[in-house]
């Protein structure tokens, strides 16, 4: 069964602390791409990447960070955590081909103390 | 710009009910539609895709129709479960894959 596994479901980081979420998806799609959900707001889109190496600034990449160097990782990077980043992250990946829609992680679930 | 609009909600149904969750778009060019679902403390599933105008996509007894005329993939389902109760949420795929613009999203309570 083709997956995106996401680190940890759940994480309790302290202000300022530097956070690594990772992802990773056994289907050897080429893009991928990190969002956060908090309730009223919906999804929003972090960064994404199409390619080893390339990165793209999705709607809020203020306080992220990305890194692709390998085609199934995707690493999402919280340079020094704040309150206002505590919420859900989901990573997904699709295929270069149109039309097959993402396939999503089950979520972190990140608190920020 | 690009736009996705789902009916607010919760949703209440009884269990053997009809469902309906309305969602209209806009979009330049010819977008694919796609209508996920979010059980609770997990990440999003594909539930359901129309590739072009007038395509029917269906599982698990869910149907969309693609309507160009009316810029619409309203999401259908004869007779809801207790275990359909989730977060549905419309979505575009624009050209190139590189971008996907989702709905709100609509909870739905169905009640045994």
């Known amino acids: 069964d083709v997956k995106v596994t996401q680190s940890s479901r759940y994480l309790v980081k302290r202000t300022g602390e530097k956070v690594f979420l990772e992802c990773v998806q056994d289907?050897?799609?080429?893009?991928m791409f990190w969002y956060r959900q908090d309730p009223g707001l919906g999804l929003r889109l972090i960064y994404f990447?199409?390619?080893?190496?390339?990165?793209e600034k999705g709607d809020i990449p203020e306080g992220y960070s990305v890194s692709r160097e390998k085609k199934e990782r995707f690493s999402l990077i919280l340079e020094s955590a704040s309150t206002n980043q505590t919420s859900m992250y989901l990573c997904?990946?699709?295929?270069?081909?149109?039309?097959?829609?993402?396939?999503f992680g089950s979520g972190t679930r990140l608190t920020v103390v | 710009g690009d736009s996705v609009t789902q009916m607010e909600g919760p949703v209440t149904l009884s269990e053997e009910a009809f469902l309906t969750i309305n969602c209209t778009y806009t979009?330049?060019?010819?977008?694919?539609l796609f209508w996920y679902v979010q059980y609770p403390g997990e990440g999003l599933q594909l539930l359901l895709k129309?590739?072009?105008?007038?395509d029917k996509g269906s599982n698990k007894g869910f149907e969309a129709t693609y309507r160009k005329e009316t810029t619409s993939f309203h999401l259908e389902k004869g007779s809801v479960q207790v275990s359909d109760s989730a977060v549905y949420f419309c979505?575009?795929?624009?050209?190139?894959?590189?971008?996907?613009?989702f709905g709100a999203g609509t909870r739905l309570f169905v009640k045994a």
């Open positions: 979009a330049t060019g010819y977008p694919s």
């Open positions: 129309a590739t072009k105008a007038d």
């Open positions: 979505a575009l795929e624009l050209t190139g894959g590189f971008k996907t613009i």
């Open positions: 997904a990946s699709s295929s270069g081909a149109r039309l097959g829609g993402y396939t």
């Open positions: 289907m050897d799609h080429e893009n």
């Open positions: 990447s199409y390619d080893v190496k390339m990165k």
